[in-house]
Structures are given as structure tokens and as C-alpha cells.
């Protein structure tokens, strides 16, 4: 389409702009205040690793924009701030949700996209980890077998897809298939 390739660009050259780092790694805030996007105050820290506003959402959009438009450098971003995520849920710094959206499931199926895409391995042991810690969070006490987010008035669980134990699942099969979604399931989060 045309000028699609300069929006890749303008779009890369503010990631690259408000990509932050530390000890872990790349990432990109959550958020900006009018006043963090003047610069009279720095960006908040790294920010929980999910899909919707985390690490692992971003990382895995700059890989796409990236093979798209031909640019290494973004994919050498992608792949570290994908380690960085790993590193970060090494150290605790773990969302004590399963869903989706900004939960762990998010986190495993975007970084497991990262890693398919690029083929390097050293993300696998990582996403092990994160999909043992998923597990973790089941509750066979409730309806659907995952808390996620908050529960509903009538006090059950959502069953829902992006905030619910349907795409906590969804997820996990991914994962544990070892293959992405045939359904192509995770295109609607612009994943695949």
C-alpha cells in the first residue's frame, strides 16, 4: 500500500525513541503522560510483559514490522527485549494473572511467536517456565479453571477469550502443541 513502508519507519523511529532499558533488557513504557512525551519527567519502569501494553506486545509488533520492511535492527530488538521479558519473570517481576490480554497466557503466546519466527532456541526454556507458572494459576475450585482478572458479580470466573480462561487455554494449546494456532486465532491481536 502506499507510504506503508514510511509509516513502518516514522512508527519505528518512536519506538526507538522511547525504548528504555535496564538490567533485563529493552522495553517500551505502558503509558506517557502529556509531560513523560515533553520530557519534562522520565518514563515509568518496565511495565508488566503482557500483550495489550507490555514488552512481549510490542516486541512481537516490531518483529512483524521489521520483516516487513526489511529491517534487522528491528528484529535484533524484537528477539532481545523478548530475553528481557524472560529475564524480568526470572526475577519475580510475574503478573499474577493467566489471561490474554495483560496476564502470562499473553506473554508465553506473544514471546512463542517471537521465538517461532526467529528460530534462535534461546527463548524456549523461558516460555517452559512461563507456561509452568500458567499452570500454576489454575484454581479447579472455580468454574472454569482459571481466576482471571476480576470475577464476576455472580462471583464465578470469566469464560471469556481475551480476559477469560478461554484464551488462557488457547494459549497453552498453542504452546503445548508446539505449533502456532491453524485456526489463526491470534491474528485478531495482530500476532501472526
Same mark, same amino acid.
Given at each position: 500500500?502506499?507510504?506503508?513502508?514510511?509509516?513502518?519507519?516514522?512508527?519505528?523511529?518512536?519506538?526507538?525513541?522511547?525504548?528504555?532499558?535496564?538490567?533485563?533488557?529493552?522495553?517500551?513504557?505502558?503509558?506517557?503522560?502529556?509531560?513523560?512525551?515533553?520530557?519534562?519527567?522520565?518514563?515509568?519502569?518496565?511495565?508488566?510483559?503482557?500483550?495489550?501494553?507490555?514488552?512481549?506486545?510490542?516486541?512481537? +509488533?516490531?518483529?512483524?514490522? #521489521? *520483516? &516487513?520492511?526489511?529491517?534487522?535492527?528491528?528484529?535484533?530488538?524484537?528477539?532481545? @527485549? =523478548?530475553? !528481557?521479558?524472560?529475564?524480568?519473570?526470572?526475577?519475580?517481576?510475574?503478573?499474577?494473572? +493467566?489471561?490474554?490480554?495483560? #496476564? *502470562? &497466557?499473553?506473554?508465553?503466546?506473544?514471546?512463542?511467536?517471537?521465538?517461532?519466527? @526467529? =528460530?534462535? !532456541?534461546?527463548?524456549?526454556?523461558?516460555?517452559?517456565?512461563?507456561?509452568?507458572?500458567?499452570?500454576?494459576?489454575?484454581?479447579?475450585?472455580?468454574?472454569?479453571?482459571?481466576?482471571?482478572?476480576?470475577?464476576?458479580?455472580?462471583?464465578?470466573?470469566?469464560?471469556?477469550?481475551?480476559?477469560?480462561?478461554?484464551?488462557?487455554?488457547?494459549?497453552?494449546?498453542?504452546?503445548?502443541?508446539?505449533?502456532?494456532?491453524?485456526?489463526?486465532?491470534?491474528?485478531?491481536?495482530?500476532?501472526?
Amino acid at each position: 500500500m502506499p507510504g506503508q513502508l514510511e509509516a513502518f519507519g516514522y512508527i519505528g523511529s518512536v519506538l526507538d525513541a522511547w525504548r528504555q532499558a535496564d538490567t533485563f533488557g529493552p522495553f517500551w513504557p505502558a503509558t506517557l503522560s502529556l509531560e513523560q512525551y515533553r520530557g519534562d519527567e522520565p518514563p515509568s519502569g518496565r511495565p508488566r510483559p503482557g500483550w495489550c501494553y507490555g514488552t512481549s506486545g510490542v516486541a512481537r +509488533a516490531l518483529q512483524l514490522a #521489521g *520483516l &516487513a520492511a526489511g529491517e534487522p535492527a528491528w528484529l535484533t530488538t524484537a528477539y532481545e @527485549a =523478548g530475553m !528481557g521479558c524472560i529475564r524480568a519473570l526470572d526475577h519475580g517481576l510475574l503478573p499474577e494473572e +493467566a489471561q490474554l490480554c495483560h #496476564g *502470562l &497466557a499473553g506473554t508465553l503466546h506473544c514471546l512463542g511467536r517471537i521465538e517461532a519466527t @526467529a =528460530g534462535g !532456541g534461546a527463548l524456549a526454556a523461558g516460555l517452559e517456565r512461563i507456561a509452568a507458572h500458567v499452570l500454576g494459576l489454575r484454581d479447579l475450585g472455580t468454574p472454569f479453571g482459571f481466576v482471571t482478572g476480576e470475577a464476576s458479580p455472580n462471583g464465578r470466573c470469566d469464560p471469556g477469550w481475551l480476559q477469560g480462561a478461554a484464551g488462557v487455554l488457547s494459549a497453552l494449546h498453542a504452546y503445548a502443541s508446539g505449533r502456532m494456532p491453524e485456526s489463526g486465532w491470534d491474528a485478531a491481536l495482530l500476532l501472526s
